[in-house]
């Protein structure tokens, strides 16, 4: 459960609800709803990284897009450093997005096929118009080389890239801004085994080198595991689990975290025999 | 005999820059009733190695090499004959049961299509048998929703489908494509298990491809580890986790995260990436990336050598690598 | 990955070789060298043509191909080359110009209902949909009768009918570009709505727009032949395409040629346009761009 410490969580999710209506199906009567989340709190402490944990449908994706403010909640706040995010007018709210920035699942479709690489890092800083073409440029560089790019990478087009290469491009995005929370949706789902161990390194040394806090979103225990200090367990919108992940998945105490835990193919430690 | 055999396959596709080899002559064996698993990255030609087996790669792509299902050399053979294979000795599932149904037809239709096609049956039997094999797959109430559109199922009850289609004519061997990789893990454990128990129950071979060595552990008992194009590692399931003599297999064991590993673990990772194919090494393809590269590696191609247990691994420096491993702490 | 039904994509347009396969596309070519042809009879008449195209010259009328005459004379003496080389004039002006308007007008209509959704959005399909449900040359043909003929008003009435073609096709392909990732992450970043649709979505549907254009365009010339027959259209001495088709009706038994010149000429210039189009929806699709 969240920590009341002295100082306030970098980002605090306070009785999150989402529901959507959908299309009418009768002429008389409410449309049917789709109850996406219902009542979800957690907080992230700045410097540490928070996972949630689901499958499809749990609402977690919900979440992401509601603390990106991509999306207005039917009823719950979602406050960065104090302020509610979706009570900000329009200009601080984009001025705010300074300090939270996005990095998608699909490395196929999160880069605009049409701009340059160096185009679509600067995008961040683009849009908040503080800063010159020339310096857009050079903080563009700067992020390319954080995640492994080279500078020369900066005018190429997403399709001359590979999946992981594609995803530290929209990782460098997510840098550019120099952010306090990044949020990551399933950043790794699409991407080989030994490309998203590179993935989860850079995310890694990039959390211990500029003091980010993440805020996974995962199907996969192991890769939050790997990057998280509190795990959030999603079942139909609402959190189910929470605490550490190692206490979590050794001593899990809901029945639903058993039984993704168990779901989970095991490969043999031992010489165990298989069924033929 | 055995049901499968696979000599020296070579398979040369086109690309963007030109002619590349996809496949670079692999030989494996199926038993009947066996089951093989194959594991690799995307580019590893494991999806393309199947599409051949069921002669559906593109009409610019070039076989050559010896494929003997039952002693019927499948290689080079004319496509009305391959039909005859198709879905009724040899059936298939695809990796994404959204796009592997077909959304205009009704799934009596659809899982009754190579009962019609192949076996002749009317469509009143047809519908006899698809409720037979949907009720075997688990789908619910199978009875009222003979007439229903794949869309209004669940991805996992779309994949139970697609497994229902695959069996219809009673195949004697069953290819699973990633059958798993779009579903949640909790239906992917229930899907891993249906197919386990079907395969052990009509007696058929299995060939599974994961790029998931948890699924593999669990659901085979042989092995072929790919890697651009080439099968660096095969063998009996068990003999190939215990002992993972390639530096590839070691290399993708040790990639992953663990749940319940201590934070702040750098994972072991690959370095490099999966070049294209045209631009693979001509030695072995995982030349440059390995950190036991020496000269030799680049211009041959290693030759298998036999460990115990049926295990093959294709590395010239095997002692070494050996050593190496049991010296370090 | 991504949908399976696929809408040409200007991502094929960065694919290297983009030009090396397009001069091997055989509608590509074809098309692209009638289209040139009707574009170059149309320049070159601008600055030379064998004959004037307004003289006439009775002594001469109804003559066959000659040496003076490539294309022979028509009922007045004038020579059919020439009023060929202009008439292609009237036929690109007409296509440029209606074309333009349903593209700049439709496609802003378009924009702005993807980008707006919601009543907006209802409001202009609708639109769309009234004005769609007008036969497409009867209402050209009402318009020019009621506000009289010319090539302005028919320039005008074939324009109208643009709109909503291209509001219609604008609105799908931005709704698809609408739901990508990359517009989610430059909403992600704060951008508004209308940067969006000029930095994201615009760049990414112009190949839709530009097989559109091509496939609209044949229509346009098609169009004005009609009016033109019909005497709506170009009116006299303005050499059109239509107008010599309509003159050569009379003199079907005397001088058939009269009617085949010009016959071609249009079914030329819209199969060019056709088969350009269909060359660059081709070229454009987007499992070409995928290059991994």
């Given at each position: 459960m969240s920590q009341k410490t002295a100082v306030p969580p970098l980002l605090q999710v306070t009785d999150l609800v989402r529901h959507y209506a959908l299309p009418r199906e009768k002429l008389f009567g409410p449309p049917p709803t789709v109850k996406a989340l219902n009542g979800v709190s957690f907080d992230v402490q700045a410097g540490k990284s928070v996972g949630i944990v689901g499958e499809s449908g749990s609402g977690k994706s919900t979440i992401a897009r509601l603390v990106m403010a991509l999306d207005t909640p039917t009823s719950g706040t979602v406050s960065l450093e104090g302020r509610d995010l979706h009570t900000l007018p329009r200009a601080e709210l984009r001025t705010a997005r300074r300090d939270f920035q996005m990095v998608f699942q699909d490395p196929y479709g999160s880069l605009d096929p049409r701009q340059t690489v160096a185009r679509i890092v600067a995008e961040p800083l683009e849009a908040l118009a503080e800063t010159s073409r020339a310096e857009q440029r050079e903080r563009a560089s700067e992020a390319l080389a954080a995640v492994g790019l080279r500078t020369t990478d900066m005018d190429k087009y997403p399709h001359e890239f590979s999946g992981g290469q594609r995803q530290r491009i929209a990782i460098a995005r997510a840098l550019i801004t120099r952010p306090k929370l990044i949020v990551a949706d399933e950043p790794v789902s699409a991407l080989d085994v030994s490309v998203q161990a590179q993935v989860l390194n850079l995310m890694q040394d990039l959390q211990q080198q500029f003091g980010i806090s993440y805020l996974l979103i995962s199907h996969d225990l192991a890769v939050v595991n790997h990057l998280c200090d509190d795990v959030c367990v999603v079942w139909k919108g609402k959190i189910v689990e929470q605490g550490p992940p190692a206490e979590l998945f050794r001593h899990a105490q809901h029945p639903y975290t058993r039984t993704l835990l168990e779901a989970v193919p095991r490969t043999p430690t031992g010489g165990t025999l298989l069924p033929a | 005999m055995p049901l499968l055999q696979v000599k020296d396959l070579h398979i040369e596709l086109q690309t963007q820059r030109g002619p590349a080899e996809a496949v670079r002559g692999i030989d494996f064996t199926l038993e009947r009733g066996e089951t093989l698993g194959i594991v690799g990255e995307s580019g590893c030609g494991k999806s393309i190695t199947v599409m051949s087996l069921m002669g559906l790669?593109?009409?610019?792509a070039r076989v050559t090499g010896s494929i003997r299902f039952d002693g019927t050399e499948l290689v080079g053979r004319a496509e009305k004959d391959m039909c005859q294979i198709r879905g009724n000795r040899i059936g298939m599932i695809f990796q994404e049961p959204m796009t592997a149904l077909n959304p205009v037809h009704t799934i009596a239709r659809q899982v009754g299509e190579p009962l019609r096609l192949h076996r002749g049956l009317s469509k009143a039997d047809a519908r006899k048998e698809v409720l037979a094999l949907l009720e075997r797959v688990g789908i619910p109430d199978a009875a009222s929703r003979l007439d229903a559109y794949p869309h209004q199922f669940s991805g996992g009850q779309r994949q139970r489908i697609g497994i229902a289609m695959a069996l219809a004519c009673g195949p004697d061997l069953l290819i699973a494509d990633e059958p798993t990789t779009a579903l949640d893990v909790t239906i992917q454990k229930q899907i891993l298990e249906l197919i386990q128990s079907l395969v052990a129950e009509r007696g058929m071979a299995l060939i599974l491809i994961s790029h998931d060595l948890g699924v593999i552990a669990q659901t085979v008992s042989k092995m072929l580890v790919m890697y651009g194009g080439s099968v660096v590692e095969s063998g009996p399931t068990e003999a190939v986790f215990a002992r993972r003599a390639h530096p590839y297999t070691q290399g993708l064991f040790a990639a992953r995260p663990a749940i319940g590993a201590p934070r702040g673990l750098r994972l072991a990772t690959i370095k490099g990436s999966v070049p294209e194919l045209v631009d693979?090494?001509?030695?072995?393809?995982f030349a440059g990336r390995c950190s036991y590269t020496v000269d030799a590696c680049h211009t041959t191609r290693p030759p298998a050598t036999m460990l115990p247990h049926d295990h093959a691994v294709r590395c010239i420096r095997l002692e070494e690598i050996a050593t190496e491993v049991a010296a370090a702490p | 990955m991504s949908s399976s039904i696929t809408a040409p994509s200007a991502a094929a347009l960065k694919v290297p070789g983009f030009w090396r396969r397009a001069l091997h596309h055989r509608s590509f070519v074809l098309g692209g060298v009638l289209t040139l042809l009707l574009l170059l009879a149309a320049a070159v008449s601008l600055v030379w043509t064998p004959w004037s195209p307004y003289d006439m010259d009775m002594a001469n009328k109804l003559k066959p191909p000659m040496a003076s005459h490539w294309l022979g004379t028509d009922t007045y003496g004038r020579d059919v080359a020439s009023l060929l080389l202009v008439g292609a004039r009237a036929s690109i002006l007409v296509g440029m110009i209606a074309v333009g308007i349903g593209l700049v007008v439709g496609t802003a209509l378009g924009l702005l209902a993807a980008a707006r959704r919601g009543w907006v959005e209802e409001a202009i399909m609708r639109l769309t949909d009234f004005s769609l449900a007008f036969p497409a040359i009867l209402s050209a043909i009402m318009l020019t009768a009621v506000f009289g003929a010319g090539i302005v008003n028919a320039i005008i009435a074939i324009g109208i009918y643009n709109i909503p073609t291209f509001a219609r096709i604008t609105r799908a392909s931005a709704n698809a570009i609408w739901s990508r990732e990359y517009v989610a992450a430059a909403r992600a970043c704060g951008k508004g709505s209308f940067a969006i649709t000029m930095q994201h979505v615009l760049p990414n549907i112009s190949a839709v727009l530009i097989v559109q254009i091509t496939i609209r365009f044949a229509i346009a010339i098609l169009a004005e032949a009609a009016l033109s027959y019909l005497g709506l259209g170009t009116q006299p001495p303005q050499p059109s395409w239509g107008r010599m088709l309509s003159e050569a009706q009379t003199m079907m038994f005397q001088s058939p040629l009269l009617a085949v010149f010009p016959g071609m000429a249009i079914a030329f210039a819209v199969l060019g346009l056709n088969l350009l189009g269909d060359g660059l929806r081709d070229l454009l699709d987007p499992r070409l761009a995928r290059a991994r």
């Open positions: - | 790669l593109p009409s610019t693979l090494p001509k030695g072995c393809p | -």
